[in-house]
């Protein structure tokens, strides 16, 4: 005790306080952003303000919204999203939440982008409680149904790859409505990656019927 009252009262002396020895990330962690667990619960009314991310289609009708789902006060309120499509004069079209009732058995957005012909939007994800955490599951908006009566649908990007997981969060566009992402080559081999290529367009003409999302996803 008196050996670290000794060295308390040296550090002081020197202008340096306990909290300049904590790590960089830990002396600047943000309760109200960075897809975290906290040590210790946030208040109440902590990060009200907290900032939506706006994705407006290439040709301006639509945009797209991630809402961080603000259910943990042991968490930082992003842990979790939820996926919004409107029109640019404010109309709502559909809608996806990605959250769980206690906050970390959902997943929270990773990377979102729209296709270039702006029929598509593509987002992956990660989950909120660490399961998996090889898998980034994608979600794919089609702006236009092929079948059944909805004008729109969103459908967990496996569906189009036969059932196979995603296992990067990166993915890219290579034509107007083509994406690349990744996924395994083998079966329970996450760490042998291969590119998987598909034309959004003609995978969900061959989509069933009321397909909205895939196995483990959370339903409207």
């Avoid at 009314?45 to 789902?69: M, N």
Wanted: net charge neutral; proline share 9%; glycine share 8%.
């Amino acid at each position: 005790m008196r050996c670290e009252a000794r060295l308390s009262s040296f550090l002081s002396m020197l202008g340096i306080t306990a909290a300049t020895l904590l790590p960089i990330d830990v002396q600047a962690a943000d309760p109200c952003t960075g897809h975290k667990g906290l040590q210790t619960p946030r208040p109440e009314l902590s990060c009200s303000h907290v900032e939506l991310r706006i994705y407006p289609s290439p040709d301006g009708v639509l945009r797209a919204v991630v809402y961080p789902v603000d259910i943990s006060l042991d968490a930082t309120p992003d842990m979790e999203s939820r996926i919004v499509i409107r029109t640019s004069k404010g109309e709502t079209l559909n809608s996806k939440d990605y959250s769980s009732p206690r906050g970390f058995n959902g997943y929270h957005v990773v990377n979102a982008k729209w296709s270039p012909d702006s029929k598509f939007f593509v987002f992956s994800m990660s989950s909120s409680g660490g399961h998996s955490p090889w898998q980034f599951p994608m979600a794919v908006y089609g702006r236009e149904a092929v079948h059944g009566s909805e004008k729109d649908r969103i459908v967990g990007f496996s569906e189009l790859i036969n059932g196979n997981p995603t296992v990067s969060a990166d993915f890219k566009f290579s034509g107007p409505h083509t994406v690349v992402a990744t996924t395994w080559k083998q079966p329970g081999s996450p760490e042998d990656k291969v590119a998987v290529t598909v034309d959004l367009w003609k995978a969900f003409e061959n989509l069933p019927p009321s397909s909205f999302a895939a196995p483990g996803y959370f339903s409207r």
